[in-house]
């Protein structure tokens, strides 16, 4: 908090910052403007991302059949190494069954979870809405105008389009941050948090006069070091700890979104996953009026 209070006196005396690109006149940030975070194309990139992307088709999928006996059923489901499977009546979906249920159990009809005690959603549901779903849910269906047409489980975490979206929501918290490092911090302070494998390119670019930024360089922890002592996130009105707290959480679980061969449905913490676009939504959304100060663009939460 005492660097807090000496950043803001210094704003106070000699502006918001010694950079001189926050001067009068000076270029916009790059990223000030549309960028893919929440709210740039509707809520939760809605127009982007639905539950039909990550369901698995009941047509052509693994599934028990409802007359058939439970060990029968269980040993097709061991061997196709899944967890859980819809059980098929007279060429329809009639509920599902967990693999480990059936073990217990004589009969797939006697072990299985009936289509009035499951839980559905639309194929046009959010990404968002759906992982809200899946902490308290092993097995949803999804419905589209046809009936009964696929189903979301735990492992579908690790689908593409699932990845493809916490990538954006991330990918517009670091390039917000960037922008607001960038337009805020001097940039000595910003070469000298750049690590030194990095360093020796962005000097390299800077010896060519290639265009480039030392904020560019800088990993997430790094950006969010640099902006939690800068003025902004200092001042009451525009920060506060909840939302560095929440800005924490996104970045660990950022290298696991960004590398596929790490799965996220094999997170201990499933819920953690779920709230992951919630929390990327309310810092995206603070950070976007933070740079809206820097353009003096109107900020998104006026509109």
Known sequence: MAKCAAMMLSASKGGRS????????????????????????GDDLAAFFHANQIATPIEGAVTVRLAESAKVARRRLVDARFDQAPVMGEGRAVGWVATDD??????????????????????????????????????????DKHGLSGFIVKSDLDR??????????????????????????????????IQSN???????????????????????GELIALFVQTPYACDPRLWDEPLTDLLNRVKYFRNDVMHP?????????????ANLPRWA???????????????????????
């Open 198 to 220: 990095l360093k020796k390119r962005f000097e390299q670019a800077r010896a060519v006069n290639q265009e480039t930024s030392p904020a560019e360089y800088l990993n997430i």
């Open 160 to 193: 593409h389009a699932v990845r493809s979206y916490l990538y954006l929501l991330i990918a517009g918290v670091e390039m917000l941050l960037s922008e607001i490092v960038k337009y805020a911090v001097p940039d000595e302070e910003i070469i000298a948090s």
């Open 18 to 41: 010694s950079n001189p690109r926050l001067a009068a006149g000076s270029q916009a940030p790059d990223y000030a403007g549309s960028v893919l975070t929440p709210g740039a194309f």
């Open 102 to 143: 059936l073990r217990s159990h004589r009969t797939v009809r006697s072990a299985m979870i009936p289509l009035n005690d499951c839980t559905f959603v639309s194929a046009e549901s959010s990404t968002a809405s759906v992982l809200q779903l899946l902490p308290g849910n092993k097995f949803l269906f999804v419905v």
């Open 261 to 273: 061969t790490r799965s996220l449905a094999a997170s201990e913490d499933i819920r953690a996953v």
């Open 281 to 303: 939504a309310e810092v995206s959304g603070r950070l976007r009026s933070i740079a809206a100060l820097l353009t003096g663009e109107p900020s998104p939460d006026s509109t």
